[in-house]
């Protein structure tokens, strides 16, 4: 492993730089470990020992945040600054980057009290815990007192960090840099309208026949398919590792170097494997793509995650949901279940994992209805953040704004208000970003396909190695360093909106149904 | 759970003592979560990341070491003191053996320079995956760099630690606390004597067919058959779990909640796997067994590494080589593998696993030969200590000190000198607690049959409960609160001795070889 100090700039051999740097690959140490406690709480923690994983999540955290937030590392980020300054770098030089990041995630921390902080990540723990039984026995009540002060913490957390306009604003911060709920409205409200327009006119032409997706295939042989797939995507062994669990997740533990992925396997639907699948492995190239250079710093880590979203929705839908993508691995996959898919066509399974249907639950939504999903659930995050909703009503807000954006109510509360961990998780502000990265995905896109003319070639013979370059030369490497605004204008001219995401949505599904 | 501050004694409530225990529980998170770096360095790391991995466990291990070295901590442990004194506490209370844990804790580790520390723990990491191709390739010379710093570390930790008359007896006493390379040579010299004789006289016996247990064995259906072992002995999933790896051990990440058994399962030999589990099932039941209000502080660990082998081998040897074990769980296996055992009775599988042999692997020895083993290994390691051997001569001196036990040489170095971990681990001194295990665990067992007179009974119908509660009330619970001379003097009225241990061999192995 490269450290960084030595190999981020050779000229760089000033004082304060390098305490700093040491300092903070100290933090970065506490947060991958805290990120390893939280991986193996999901997937090795025996369940009696939930109470004292919590308490040690509290205790890490706490370090992380006392050495983080610390008067000491303020003085070493003011001292660094006028080195460099006086040294006259770059803007655009990883070193004033660092600084930057450095100093966003200082102030980030110093609002926070110790307290508050520990107490939400021992939150956190036992509400995920608690979380799962609610939605195994759809029992909102149990989830309730958990969520209720989750809530209330993070709006003491909005209050602590500092906003413009709306305290939604402070959280969502956290995940999308520079980005507002004022601005998503804006972006949301004509894409919900060209959303539906869209649903509109594809879920009333001629339907699909999907039902072979619905067969029981072997979670055993679905497992093995998946780790085929991510073979074929390059997420290699020597940096990851594939657990099957009961929600699909990415958790780099240190980014670089040793990155978990999940699948969601299911013995009754196809597609959940295998996109989850696709989509964390598109998460993990990321993270093992970010320069080597930045291990343990602040800026081996994500500007945003809607950038992070655009990658393992660009692999999940745009490419994993592709004609190509399936011209070379439908045959694997009919190898593999010969009674279920032998008589089904490339074209029949192409089209079918593409229906455009009405479904409870975001992680079976078709592409035009994903967005939906998610917009449903950042109005509901932000009437909870500022106050006009409380968590006792939640699940009535919910079954009702299902019903205006769908149609019709969830069955029931674990089909509804329970189906994501991201709240049980503290995430408010997190929803939203699943929206920017299909929009910065299909922006991407655009731009990948004038790059790589061949691009569809390489990716109907299984070669993703063209694909995998572009993205890790002009996207992964960077980590952190640019604000994703920034990198969106810099790959496509262009500032993030939804023209992109709309025109490749009609485009396909126009193709797939047979509208014009 | 349980917090150790609440329960500990509810008249206990001065200040100083509080603060040290909130101190003391956060020195135990940092142990708990170095312990599952360790175990999922050793279960599930990507191989691409031990390097990394080795870095965030020198970090921990660093904090860790300034937190338990710090003068606060000091000052705290005095004050506390003062306070038990004026309060007139018991010297057999909690909180006067929770000071003297906590006191000898600190002055262990204000011995040693942060720098140390942490590239012990460093170099400890490395060496144990160099250590891992060093034994599949049987290439010594890719190990003795490691070694020789390892040695050279240890050495100087002896020297930094004290001692009174043997730098070996400043590690020993980490494992051992009390105990010296004299007073081990004094107990070694005559065992190893009674041990040959033994042998001798056992193995010039009528020679036992074991030919059945190196078939081809599913270790698939070893691994079931070994947790339904656990099963039966009450090591209950819901704080621990089971894994098969290379070489079988136990962790402890948090003592009381997330007990970790690992399993050593080889297709070709049956004795492998099942007293690889039921030995590390005895360590867990120990672990679990430490009363809960001790969690997160110094006395929910152990006090010696010879008390907890004495769990380990009791379990292993004594209950789980026993006839009245295997009336029990014979039938079973057989159903598991009737090809390869229908036709072998339950007379013979018990002198199969029993039978006296020379095996150059330790982990395959049986119970006369193991304690020679061992001893071979005591001798060199205090050698290496002392200075009077290399290690560059290490190999040489392990195949002439083999031959002068076991009449043979290892056929290679992966089956001589690099076949076990610990020294890879740093681990100087852990190995005569093996043979100090084997001898408190026969002591043990002869109060154990006085107690439950029904004991043979009980274990041939697969009761272990009585067993089980003997163990945690007498043993377990106490965590590290007695010495362990104290506390075998306290059960069994003697000191440590090798006396019921020899008795009980020769009335085993007598009836087996019936040789009288």
């Known amino acids: ?31 991958s470990v805290q990120n390893l406690l939280q991986w193996d709480q999901d997937i090795c923690l025996p369940d009696g020992a939930s109470q004292a994983r919590s308490i040690q999540i509290g205790t890490i955290a706490e370090m992380q945040h006392d050495l983080s937030s610390s008067n000491t590392t303020r003085l070493l980020i003011e001292a660094a600054e006028a080195e460099l300054q006086a040294e006259g770098f770059d803007n655009d030089s990883d070193e004033v980057a660092m600084l930057n990041a450095a100093r966003r995630d200082y102030q980030s921390k110093v609002c926070l009290p110790t307290e508050l902080v520990s107490r939400f990540g021992t939150l956190v723990a036992e509400a995920q815990e608690v979380w799962q039984q609610a939605r195994e026995s759809s029992n909102f ?19 602590y960090l500092g906003f413009a306009e709306h305290p939604y604003d402070a959280l969502l911060d956290e995940y999308e840099p520079g980005m507002t709920a004022d601005e998503l409205r804006s972006i949301f409200a004509p894409l919900k309208q060209r959303l539906l327009d869209l649903r509109g006119t594809f879920s009333t032409a001629a339907k699909i026949d999907d039902s072979f997706l619905r067969l029981n295939y072997s979670t055993e042989k679905q497992f093995e398919f998946c780790k085929r797939l991510l073979e074929s995507m390059g997420v290699a062994n020597d940096y990851s590792r594939f657990d099957s669990h009961t929600s699909a997740f990415t958790t780099s533990i ?19 494997a295998i996109f989850s699948t696709i989509h964390e492995g598109g998460h ?112 009535a807000a919910w079954n009702q704004g299902f019903e205006e954006l769908f149609g019709t109510r969830p069955e029931n509360d ?94 396909k599904f126009s193709r797939i149904y047979q509208v014009h």
Chains 1, 2 share one sequence.
């Open 1 to 31: 492993m490269t450290t960084s100090t030595a190999s981020i700039n050779p000229r760089m051999r000033t004082t304060a730089y390098e305490a700093l740097l040491k300092r903070l690959n100290k933090i970065a140490d506490l947060q």
């Open 254 to 272: 240190a980014n670089c170097f040793d990155v978990r992925l999940t699948g969601r396997i299911v013995p009754d639907y196809l597609n959940m």
């Open 414 to 507: 674990s089909k509804g208000v329970l189906q994501d961990v991201h709240w049980a998780g503290g995430a408010f502000g997190y929803f939203p970003t699943y929206v920017l990265g299909n929009l910065i995905s299909a922006q991407l896109l655009q731009q990948i396909k004038l790059d790589i003319p061949t691009l569809e070639q390489n990716i109907s013979e299984g070669d993703f190695q063209p694909l995998r370059q572009w993205l890790s030369e002009n996207v992964h490497r960077f980590g952190r360093k640019y604000q994703t605004k920034d990198l969106v204008m810099r790959i496509t001219k262009s500032p993030i909106d939804a023209d992109a995401f709309c025109t490749y949505l009609d485009e």
């Open 141 to 159: 009540a149990l989830f309730q007192p958990y969520l209720t002060e989750l809530v209330e913490l993070s709006r003491q957390k909005g209050r």
């Open 284 to 395: 993990a190239l990321f993270d093992r793509g970010i320069n080597p250079a930045y291990a343990r710093t602040p800026l081996a880590e994500i500007h945003s995650m809607g950038l992070h979203e655009s990658q393992s929705r660009l692999w999940e839908n745009l490419i994993g949901r592709s004609l190509q993508f399936w011209t070379y691995h439908y045959p694997i996959l009919q190898a593999t279940f010969p009674d279920q898919l032998g008589k089904v066509t490339l074209e029949d399974f192409y089209r079918a994992i593409n229906k455009v249907q009405n479904s409870q639950i975001r992680l079976e939504a078709d592409e035009i209805s994903y967005s939906l999903h998610i917009i449903l659930r950042f109005e509901l995050e932000l009437a909870l953040i500022e106050g006009s909703l409380t968590v006792a009503d939640l699940p």
